[in-house]
Each structure stands twice: as structure tokens, then as C-alpha cells.
């Protein structure tokens, strides 16, 4: 496969990137764009979310930016040892790790 075609094997493809403001998701966002797909970038914290979208589009590529709660992870708000975890923030934790990708996935299936 030659070097300008394996840079673009997602050329005519979407991707949808949740927990695109930061961290990992933006990664995967800009890596995205990067093999040629157009990239929809969806996170809560709606600044950031927009500057991913900005980098995209100022290295050439097309990006949509939503604004929405989505199954990203999240880590504790306080980081203790596990002992020190309470139950309220343990099922939050949980609620948003585990219970919101079952959710996407049940529902992306569905479709």
C-alpha cells in the first residue's frame, strides 16, 4: 500500500468521537481526521470540544462539534486510596463508565 493512500483509510467515512474536549478522545479525534475521515466530536465541556474541532479543521480536515453528556469516562473527583472511596461517588463513577457505553452500545445495535 503506498505512503498517501494508508494515510487515508477512513477517506469517505465518518467518525463520532465522545470525550473528544480532552485527553484520549481528542487523540483519537485528531487521529482520526488524520487518516481522512470527517470527524463528529461530541463532549460536555463544550469549549474544548469546539477547540478540538478547530484543530482538525486547521490541519486540513472537516469536523462537527456537539455539545452533549456521552459515555466518556470519568476518574473520582478527589483522588484517595480505594478505601477512601465513597459509595455515592463509587455508583457515580460507575454510572457514567459502565452503565453509559452499555447504554450507547444497546442502542447503537438497535439501529
Same mark, same amino acid.
Not at 494515510?7 to 481526521?33: H, M, N
Not at 456521552?70 to 455508583?91: H, I, M, R, S, Y
Given at each position: 500500500?503506498?505512503?498517501?493512500?494508508?494515510?487515508?483509510?477512513?477517506? !469517505?467515512?465518518?467518525?463520532?468521537?465522545? +470525550?473528544?474536549?480532552?485527553?484520549?478522545?481528542?487523540?483519537?479525534? =485528531?487521529?482520526?481526521?488524520?487518516?481522512?475521515?470527517?470527524?463528529?466530536?461530541?463532549?460536555?465541556? $463544550?469549549?474544548? $470540544?469546539?477547540?478540538?474541532?478547530?484543530?482538525?479543521?486547521?490541519? !486540513?480536515?472537516?469536523?462537527?462539534?456537539?455539545?452533549?453528556?456521552? $459515555?466518556? !469516562?470519568?476518574?473520582?473527583?478527589? =483522588?484517595?486510596?480505594?478505601?477512601?472511596?465513597?459509595?455515592?461517588?463509587?455508583?457515580?463513577?460507575?454510572?457514567?463508565?459502565?452503565? +453509559?457505553?452499555?447504554?450507547?452500545?444497546?442502542?447503537?445495535?438497535?439501529?
Amino acid at each position: 500500500m503506498s505512503p498517501a493512500r494508508r494515510d487515508k483509510d477512513f477517506d !469517505g467515512k465518518v467518525a463520532f468521537v465522545t +470525550g473528544a474536549a480532552s485527553g484520549i478522545g481528542r487523540a483519537a479525534a =485528531l487521529a482520526f481526521a488524520r487518516k481522512g475521515a470527517h470527524v463528529a466530536v461530541a463532549d460536555v465541556a $463544550n469549549d474544548e $470540544n469546539l477547540m478540538t474541532a478547530r484543530l482538525i479543521e486547521e490541519a !486540513g480536515g472537516r469536523s462537527l462539534a456537539v455539545r452533549c453528556d456521552n $459515555n466518556a !469516562g470519568v476518574e473520582p473527583k478527589k =483522588l484517595v486510596p480505594t478505601a477512601e472511596v465513597d459509595e455515592q461517588e463509587w455508583d457515580r463513577i460507575i454510572g457514567i463508565d459502565l452503565r +453509559g457505553v452499555f447504554l450507547y452500545r444497546k442502542y447503537e445495535i438497535l439501529q
